[in-house]
Structure formats: C-alpha cells, structure tokens
C-alpha cells in the first residue's frame, strides 16, 4: 500500500471527521438537553444542502458562502418545527416520539424527491474545491476550510454551554428539567433555543459539505447514522466527546476506504462502534 | 388586616385527572414562619408545588403579595420572589457546587446581587465554599440539603418553601437546618415549611396547618397546636 496515499487519507479522515463531529453536536444538544430522540438528524442536513445549493445557483457563489443565510434560516425552521412537532412530544413515550420524528425525516426525504428528484444536485463552479500539493501529499482546500469551521464551531458551542447563562440554564435543564423553572429558567425557551440550534448546526455543515460534494435525498441517511454512532460512542463526554468519536469515525472512515473498499466504509465504522458498546456501554468518555 | 403575602383560597388541584388537594384555604402572612404537617400522601408537597403553578389546578384563587397568580408560568413566580427547596433536593447532579448556586441566581434581579448572596450562603454554609468545585451529586445527604436550601437562598426570595429540607438527615444536622431556617425568618424571609420532625417544626412555626386526605383538618399557632390533644395523638408526640 502505497503510504503516499494512505497518509492522503488519514488526513481526509480527519478533516472529514471534524465536519461529522459539527452535524453529531446538533444531535447530542438536542438528546442531551431535551431528551428528543431526533432520528432525521441527517435529513435535515440533506434539506440545507439543497438550500444551499438553490441559493449558491441563484446568486452564483460557493456553498460555504450560503451559510451566512442558510444557518439563521435553519435556526428558524427549527424553532418552528420545534413548537409545531416536538413540543407536543416532549415526554410522551419513546415508541411515540421515535414515530414522529422518523416521520417528519421521510415527509423531508419525499419533499426533496418529489421537488429535484432522485438525481445528485451540486454546485459546478466551486471556489476551493481544488487540492494544495505536498510533495506527492495533497490536501483538499474546500475539506481544510470546512474542518477549520467546524473546529471553531464547535469551541464556540462548548463556549456557549461553559461561559454563559443561557448555556447554564441549558446544562440545568439537561441535569434536571423539573426543577430548572424553580431557578426562574424558562424552560420552553431553552428547549426552542437548542432545537433551533441544533437544526442549524446541520445547516452549517450542509452548506461546508456542499462546497466539493452533491446532495441527493438519501443523503440523510448516512448523516443520521454517522451523526448517531458519534453521539453514542461520544457518550457522556459533552463537546469533548463529540470531537473525539467524530474524529476516530472519520479515520475509521478513511482506513476503510483505503484498506478495503469505499462500499465497506459503513460496515468498518459499524463494527467499531459495536466493540465500542460492547466494552463501554455508556460511550468511550462516560465517567462511569 | 394586612394583606397576607400568600393567600390560597378554596383550591382544588392535582395531577390530570386525579385529584388531591379538595379546598385548600391557607395563608402566610409577612415574616412568618408556617409550618404545614400531615401524614404521607395528604397532599402537602402538591400545596407548594401547586402554588408554583406546577400541578392542574381546577378551581380555587392563589394571590401572592394581593395579586392573583394562578396563570403565572412557574419561571416567572421564581422572578416575583417565590421560590421552593423542593422534595428529595432536585439538584443539578452533573454541575459543580457554584454552578448549582449560579443557577439558582439566574432571574435578572437576582444575578445583579450574585457576590452579596454568594458571599451570604457561604457564610450561612461554609462547607459550601470549601466544596464550590466538587461536583453536586457526590455530595453528602447534610451537604446536598445545604446546597439546596443556598441555590433556592440565591434568588433573594420574599417568599422561601422548604420541602421536608430535614429528610434523612442525622440529628444534629437536622437542628442545624431549623436552626438556619430561623436565623433566616429573622432576616425577613417568610417561610412555608412542610416536615415529618412534627415537633421541631411546631416549635419555631409562628402558625401550622395539618393537612390530611386533601384538607386542612387543623390550624392553629405553632406551640398551641404542639398541646392539642387530637395532634399529640395523631404524632405521637409526648
Ligand atoms: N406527579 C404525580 N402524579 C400523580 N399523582 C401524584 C404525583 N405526585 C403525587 N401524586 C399523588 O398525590 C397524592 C399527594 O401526594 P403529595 O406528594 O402531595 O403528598 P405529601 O403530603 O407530600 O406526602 P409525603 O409526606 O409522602 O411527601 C398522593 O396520593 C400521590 O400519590
Ligand atoms: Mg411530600
């Protein structure tokens, strides 16, 4: 095996990895702190990159750029899907939740069939989607930047979560839901905050990947299982954990790639992650 | 007369469809201490927490300070100066000791007074600040409910609801704890206290209430309850 190449990979691997830990964040907020199974994750990620792929066509810029309107527009949907879909789940039993939420992914899964069609949409004239040579080592711009943004998002989110009080009364409402009113935490407005939040997360890293991928309407799948074996394996660790197990899934990714085939990616991380829960039950960073 | 800081009239509450509190007339008035008894299952912590708007209420007018609360969201009945030491604690486990305090500061009013409240649980507490970096679910059973009573402290409350604050803790700590909760009447918060120590609660409350099967079956001040007969009997207290 060629290591020139192996290296190449890796590198890929990580950089892919940070962009996985930025989608997996919005779903650990969202479990973590309202205790939503949000299933869809990835579908939200697949709707965004349409969007992102509508807006770059319309105004003819790169993806990344879409994301000055695609994150506060994803805040918003998901604020709204938040006070029309979930609000009326919180606390019901999980079959009932699991049942809501997986069918709100396949109503956006058929919305973006039945408007573009099973067809790959992305956007022809990228700005970065070109590599940066090391001797015989190359290395994706558009993939670099994409890492580079979600490492800052995610430092930012932990800011938010660590530093300030809304990011209290959320780590509050998180240990103990019942009693956070009891602190005058308004705990609805929390619950919408991080929703939105998370939804929009899934817009950033949409509109990153869109920068040298495409975008079909299954491409949400993929997200919401890589989204959801991080957040496992990521267990207890808040934004820690998340960065970690994205990081191990990214390289697995790329080891699986390179050592076996690109089909096999799925079926490495997956094996992976059963080892994982076999050995640490609560995810690699639980302190129990 | 004064208006009484809190007044519940003829309230009828619950969960859903089950009811449990079936015409409950109480109240506090300013400075006071009251102490609210009754056996298992009366209904004493679903008064508080019916008061805090956090069960259905069904009929029945709750003003605080003359003015009705009954359609206030709990969030902002904490603002308004009420607040509770729920039952069983109901810390933030996973936070640390200070950040338990922090957020029991976090309504606006009470965050421009964080150094002065902060500075006042530890002196009230002084484990408290030793342990500000220890995590709270690792505390001791005496350490957690001193935790609880200074997060619920940290809000500047009018109004304090302490639920059964003494339960499973040792001897002394419990007199420690009524001990506070008159050094802190003393300091003008009034207090609305439910308890099993029966005897100890009627001997700092100014008045009591027995409550039983939904209903205040008895009120009185605090040491005439103590020598009631029908309550002697009921507690056993000799
Ligand atoms: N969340 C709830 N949902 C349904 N019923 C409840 C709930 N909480 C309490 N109850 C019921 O309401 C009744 C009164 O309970 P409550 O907790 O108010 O009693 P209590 O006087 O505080 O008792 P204890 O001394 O044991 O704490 C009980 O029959 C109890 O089973
Ligand atoms: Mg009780």
Not at chain 1, 260 to 268: E, H, N, Y
Not at chain 2, 48 to 58: C, D, V
């Amino acid at each position: 095996m060629d290591p020139i190449l192996v290296t190449n990979n890796l590198i890929d691997g990580v950089l892919m990895g940070m962009l996985y830990s930025l989608v997996a964040l919005g779903l650990a907020l969202i479990f973590g702190v309202m205790d939503i199974i949000n299933f869809p994750h990835g579908d939200y990620v697949m709707i965004a990159a349409y969007i992102s792929w509508l807006i770059a066509m319309a105004f003819w810029v790169d993806p990344s750029v879409t994301a000055l309107l695609t994150v506060p527009l994803f805040f918003l949907f998901g604020v709204a899907i938040y006070k029309s879909v979930i609000h009326p789940i919180l606390g019901a039993e999980p079959l009932i939740q699991i049942a809501v939420t997986v069918g709100l992914g396949y109503v956006l899964e058929n919305i973006a069939l039945a408007i573009w069609h099973a067809e790959p949409k992305s956007f022809p004239a990228p700005w970065f989607n070109f590599g940066l040579n090391f001797g015989g080592l190359s290395i994706s711009v558009a993939k670099l930047i994409a890492a580079t943004v979600s490492v800052i998002s995610l430092y930012l989110t932990h800011w938010l979560l660590t530093k300030t009080k809304f990011g209290l009364a959320m780590r509050a409402t998180s240990a103990n839901r019942l009693i956070a009113p009891l602190m005058g935490i308004d705990v609805e407005k929390v619950y919408s905050v991080t929703f939105g939040l998370g939804i929009a997360l899934t817009a950033l890293g949409a509109s990153l990947y869109m920068m040298w991928a495409q975008t079909n309407p299954y491409l949400g799948s993929s997200f919401s299982l890589l989204a959801w074996v991080i957040v496992a394996m990521g267990g207890l660790g808040g934004v820690v954990g998340v960065i970690y197990s994205g990081l191990i899934v990214g390289v697995l990714e790329a080891l699986g790639n390179t050592f076996i085939s690109p089909s096999a990616r799925l079926a490495v991380i997956y094996l992976a992650f059963f080892l994982v829960l076999w050995f640490r039950p609560r995810g690699l960073f639980a302190k129990r | 007369m004064s208006t009484p800081m809190l007044q519940l009239r003829s309230v009828e509450a619950g969960y859903g469809e089950f009811r449990v509190l079936h015409g409950i007339n109480l109240r506090v008035d300013k400075g006071e201490i009251v102490a609210l008894v009754g056996p298992n299952g009366a209904g004493k912590t679903t008064t508080l927490r019916t008061i805090l708007h956090m069960t259905t209420l069904y009929r029945g007018e709750i003003t605080f300070e003359g003015k009705d609360i009954t359609k206030v969201p709990t969030h902002k009945i904490v603002e308004k100066g009420i607040t509770m030491v729920p039952e069983g604690r109901g810390l933030f486990n996973p936070l640390t000791v200070y950040e338990n305090l922090l957020a029991g500061a976090y309504t606006k009013k009470a965050m421009e007074k964080l150094e002065d409240s902060l500075e006042f649980v530890y002196s009230l507490f002084p484990r408290l600040k030793e342990r500000r970096s220890q995590v709270a679910g690792t505390l001791s059973g005496g350490e957690a409910q001193m935790l609880a009573i200074a997060r619920a402290l940290m809000s500047r409350p009018k109004f304090l609801m302490l639920d059964e604050p003494s339960l499973g803790l040792a001897p002394k700590i419990v007199l420690e704890i009524f001990d506070t909760v008159v050094k802190l009447r003393d300091l003008g918060t009034t207090i609305l206290i439910v308890e099993q120590h029966v005897k100890n609660s009627l001997e700092i409350a100014d008045r009591a209430y027995v409550m039983e099967m939904g209903q205040i079956v008895l009120e009185g001040e605090g040491r005439a309850l103590l020598s009631d007969e029908r309550l002697r009997k009921a507690y056993l207290i000799i």
